[in-house]
């Protein structure tokens, strides 16, 4: 539609104003719209108040119809009462993160973890003043023990990258709490459609949902969602810092959570029956996934998660670089990317991706071994998968 007055102007002007509005009254798209405007028109100083009374659309850095529909979508989905959506699940946690801390502040964090968020509290909430200690949170004893006066913040994964550990959320949380301090969930292997950390005593949930949550390894983007009082200091210091995500990212996410729902239940049980699998393997010496009955916290995972344990679980091989290399060259359904939670089964070898940073003794000291494997499960067929996982056992190890 023409806005009304085109027909009176020259045309280096009426290139610029045809089609620049049209009737979104008259329109009500099936599908979400992208928009990807950076800033909307005001009519007035009077409508321009009402959008920032109301929390309407300005300029993009502060809002987007996009990213709001991302937001909300996340906030339903894990079940708390606000949410932000960020450019990365980096930009989420170090939004999050910086947004709830100030120098003089101890944070006790879970001591295996996606690497990088490690290196936040290392090199950069260091730097600020807010300094981090590290326990074991599969032991409730070494939790007790690292708090200090001064700890406002526990940190930790509900299950933990690369070694699939279980923390128990509810005795975390309640340890947090009792000693006046908050606790930060990264859900990003479960996502709020297998657990929601806020409903088992969390305060904050931060995801990467680049991972499962988007599903299709094109978009990455992230969110924090919890109680409004911290997530409204979150969007603050994102308006600030500038940790939003674009519309077009913001758009492809929600559109890839359209099926989160059943994508985690195929995944996680083709997960299930592979980590069986390789149980059973002579060729495989551990295997981390927490519906087998050997994982150290299934009873707690049964607890937490009922039947469905996730989609990522990891492997120890012989730290035999060659022969590795064999299998994974034998591999023809799971695929080497240094991502997770697509709809294809992919693996990642955390000593030289996630964890590279440490040396080998740090790496070590934390359960990471130079045979380990890493694998997030698609939703294949489920023999299909098993039968690419045998054969390329089969062929890198049977002497
Ligand atoms: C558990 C976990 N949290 C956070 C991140 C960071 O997410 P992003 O790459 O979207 O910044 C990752 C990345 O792999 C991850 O595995």
């Given at each position: 539609m023409m806005t009304e007055k085109t027909d009176d102007y020259n045309f280096e002007t009426g290139i610029l104003e045809a089609g620049a509005y049209f009737a979104f009254s008259a329109s009500e798209p099936e599908a979400l719209p992208i928009h990807m405007s950076t800033a909307h028109n005001v009519k007035d100083l009077d409508d321009l108040q009402k959008r920032y009374d109301e929390h309407g659309f300005c300029y993009n850095r502060n809002r987007n119809p996009n990213r709001t529909a991302l937001a909300e979508l996340m906030t339903y989905i894990e079940g708390g009462e606000a949410s932000i959506a960020c450019s990365s699940g980096m930009a989420a946690i170090s939004t999050a993160l910086l947004a709830n801390t100030k120098a003089g502040n101890h944070i006790l964090s879970d001591k295996t973890l996606y690497g990088e968020t490690i290196e936040i509290f290392t090199k950069i909430l260091a730097k600020y003043g807010v300094e981090t200690t590290f326990a074991d949170f599969t032991d409730i004893e070494q939790v007790k023990k690292g708090l200090k006066p001064n700890t406002t913040l526990l940190y930790t994964e509900?299950?933990?990258?690369?070694?699939?550990s279980v923390p128990d959320i509810k005795a975390v949380s309640e340890i947090a709490h009792a000693n006046g301090a908050i606790l930060i969930i990264d859900n990003t292997f479960m996502t709020g459609a297998l657990v929601k950390p806020l409903a088992l005593g969390a305060d904050i949930v931060v995801s990467s949902l680049t991972k499962f949550a988007n599903g299709h390894s094109d978009a990455v983007c992230g969110a924090v969602t919890g109680a409004a009082k911290y997530v409204d200091k979150a969007y603050e210091l994102q308006v600030l810092l500038g940790t939003q995500s674009d519309p077009f990212s913001s758009w492809l996410v929600c559109r890839g959570i359209r099926t989160l729902n059943l994508r985690v239940k195929k995944q996680a049980e083709n997960a299930a029956a592979l980590a069986k699998m390789f149980e059973e393997s002579e060729y495989v010496e551990a295997v981390y996934h927490p519906s087998l009955e050997s994982h150290p916290q299934h009873e707690l995972a049964v607890k937490e998660f009922g039947e469905l344990f996730g989609g990522m679980l990891s492997i120890e091989l012989p730290e035999d670089r060659e022969r590795m290399n064999k299998f994974m060259d034998n591999l023809h359904i799971c695929h080497y990317a240094m991502t997770l939670g697509g709809y294809r089964t992919t693996m990642s070898y955390p000593p030289m991706s996630s964890h590279s940073d440490m040396s080998k003794e740090e790496r070590m000291a934390i359960g990471i071994s130079d045979g380990l494997l890493r694998i997030s499960v698609g939703i294949e067929n489920t023999e299909d998968l098993l039968n690419d996982f045998r054969q390329a056992l089969e062929a890198a190890y049977k002497s």
């Open positions: 509900t299950v933990s990258n690369p070694l699939i």
